[in-house]
């Protein structure tokens, strides 16, 4: 007797952990945003907050921000997203310059966004480049390192090896546009989140403005939120940079 009750109790503690485990949510995707466009990000909170998906932004040009914009990122910061640098004045890494971007590009943009109460510790690459003398400096500051592509061969993005990586103490990654002007269709953006889910890996993706203009370096409110429901469809979470890598630098 008291066999079998023990044998239903471990029966119902596996199914529940079943249960459970079937409906956990795992993070793999970053979904990351570029440049300044404060403001039309923070009018999608609510948006990011319904299906509870975290995202990093990347700031350019941080002695631009108004005081209000600054607030709108802390508030952002708030919600669990992440604030990163890309840059002080957006400027693209060449084999001329690379000597001289770290001091003109990567410590004022890190000390500004220090003032303002950020802790920085993700780059992406203005223009989505660097060179590898410029990689190995930017390790010295950043524990994610983000560049950028598109799908240049006009199939599907799961076959772009790149764009996807794996958790570790630090990353240097490709990503994906998702912007308008890149027309991904949603079931190329599925194909490609089920297999970051498959091999248990981190899919990168990156757009600018969201809002409904369809201009270049938009993206819509409605695309992003198919892309949520897809995610959520999935039990996929949106992972920050810094929740990749633990944001410590070296
Ligand atoms: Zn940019």
Redesign the pocket.
Known sequence: MRSSIFSLCTLCMLCVFCILSCKRTENHVIITF??ANVDEWFAQRELFNNYNIKATFFI?CPHKLTNEQIEKLKILVNDGHEIGC?GLN?VKATEENQYQYIEAEIIPALMILSDYGFTVTSFAC??GSATPYLDSMLTNYFSFIRKATYNIRDTLISTYPEIYTHKAQFCNTNAMGIDYNYNISMDNLEDALIKAKQTNTFLVLYAHVIDDSNEDYTISPQYLEELFKKMKKHRIGGETCRGVTGGIVK
């Open positions: 570029d440049d350019t890309h957006h203005p223009f």
